[in-house]
């Protein structure tokens, strides 16, 4: 996410650190690779020279900061300039109206259709509400298919009308029934177009004049550079909607023109979406983003994702496991499936403070647990409760079963049992001190207010 634009300012930011003093001539240098950074990024020439013009004022005007390094200072400044830049703070969807209706606007291609899917299974399992999606791309088949697959995952209705071609009256009717069926939220899915034609925006803007949404959303591909800007606001001066939504964050995008956005059209941004999976979809915060772009992580974020997928029942039963060392194969899948609902591997390691750097050329494959799983699998249920029973040659026939070496086993095998003591470590007096301590630690900056 952003790694291009990640590089370019650690780089840029790097060159001043170190320095004994603040000085016009080393914050010019800095500023001029910071706006460099930022336009190779593909954020707009304007909105990133008055973005650096800002930073290098408040840059020279801060010399009374003395107990910060210049590299830390000059990082804050970048850091609070790429937060208002972003929107300041997050803003929440309004689900307002019974039931709440929400327009899903964009071109072909920006990942409506799918987004769509993600905020009814956000909807439904993070805000206990009851969607209908409503599928109103009558020029494209495949779309109505797609619609009905993904509500099929997810376990959400799709309202269709086959061989209608009226996409108000498709609209229209998918609230009635949703009235009728005790559905809380309809989402209502668009066509979209290769480019803006004068039709598309007639017809937008009459789905939009009959139902009367409560919320528009204009999703837009990341990865499609300026031209996201000049849609943008083409679809904001037809609909006035109400906020953005950034699709396909995970892909090799330089992403600068998505984050100009909010400065064009003056939208929020409200979702950034990432990757294919169902609850691949996350709010956006300025704050946290601008600490990912600047390699500090996101630590809030990834603890929300594990909070999540938190059960406190199963947590008590795997505490009483640990302390009696029952603690088996059977409950470490169980762990494993836990990480795996988090979402992308590699997304999940970016938010850990550091890593995300460490990790940029590394490939992550979402299916780096499926070797570990194999081999378990291929356990006796009697080994996977008791793994201390396992011994060379039950070892081979478990390799054998699994399709792998013997060595990967054992590598296995070893990780269980440093894991084990470790949980078991965690579980003692040295380790309830050690989380007393992490609770007290007050705010540090970039991570978005942990402490809160």
């Known amino acids: 996410m952003f790694n291009s634009l990640q590089d370019k300012l650690d780089k840029a930011l790097h060159n001043i650190s170190g320095r004994g003093k603040i000085t016009e001539i080393n914050v010019a240098e800095t500023v001029k690779e910071i706006r460099r950074a930022l336009v ?131 609209a229209e009717n998918g609230i009635k029934f949703a009235k009728e069926n005790g559905h809380d939220v309809v989402i209502v899915d668009t066509a979209g177009r290769l480019a803006i034609d004068e039709q598309m925006m007639n017809e937008i803007k009459s789905v939009h004049y009959f139902i009367k949404p409560s919320e528009t959303l204009f999703v837009v591909d990341s990865m499609t550079g300026q031209d996201a800007v000049n849609t943008a606001k083409a679809f904001n001066e037809a609909l006035n909607f109400d906020g953005v939504v950034l699709t396909k964050l995970d892909g090799d995008t330089r992403g600068g023109a998505a984050l100009t956005i909010r400065s064009v059209v003056e939208k929020p941004i409200k979702f950034i979406s990432t990757g294919e999976k169902m609850e691949a979809l996350d709010i956006f915060y300025p704050e946290r983003m601008a600490d990912r772009i600047l390699g500090m992580g996101d630590v809030v974020s990834l603890v929300e994702r594990a909070q999540e997928q ?42 850990i403070p550091g890593v995300g750097k460490a990790i940029k050329d590394v490939e992550i494959s979402d299916d780096a647990f499926k070797h570990i799983e194999a081999i378990i699998y291929s356990m006796t249920p009697d080994e996977r409760r008791r793994p201390s029973i396992i011994n060379t040659q039950r070892k081979q026939r478990i390799a054998k079963g699994a399709g792998r070496k013997i060595e990967d086993v054992n590598q296995l095998m070893k990780q269980f049992d440093q894991m084990g003591k470790m949980m078991k470590m965690m579980q003692g007096p040295q380790g309830k001190q050690m989380m007393q301590m992490m609770s007290k630690m007050p705010n540090m900056p970039g991570m978005g207010g942990m402490g809160k």
């Open 40 to 170: 190779d990024a593909d954020v707009n020439y304007k909105v990133a020279k008055d973005l650096t013009k800002r930073v290098q004022d408040k840059a020279l005007g801060a010399n009374v900061l003395t107990s910060l390094t210049p590299g830390q200072l000059m990082t804050k400044i970048v850091h609070d300039e790429l937060v208002d830049l972003m929107g300041g703070s997050q803003e929440g969807i309004n689900l307002s109206g019974k039931p709440s209706v929400i327009l899903i606007a964009g071109l072909q291609g920006s990942g409506k259709t799918t987004f769509s899917g993600k905020l009814a299974n956000f909807l439904k399992t993070k805000k206990n509400k009851k969607p209908l999606l409503v599928a109103c791309d009558v020029y494209r088949p495949a779309a109505i298919d797609q619609l009905k697959v993904l509500g099929g995952q997810i376990g959400v209705p799709v309202f269709t009308e086959e061989g209608s071609t009226n996409p108000s009256t498709i």
């Open 310 to 351: 938190f059960d406190e029942e199963e947590a008590k039963k795997l505490h009483k496991k640990i302390a009696k060392n029952e603690f088996g194969f059977d409950d470490f899948l169980k762990q494993i499936n836990q990480i795996k609902k988090m979402g992308n591997m590699k997304d999940l390691m970016g938010m």
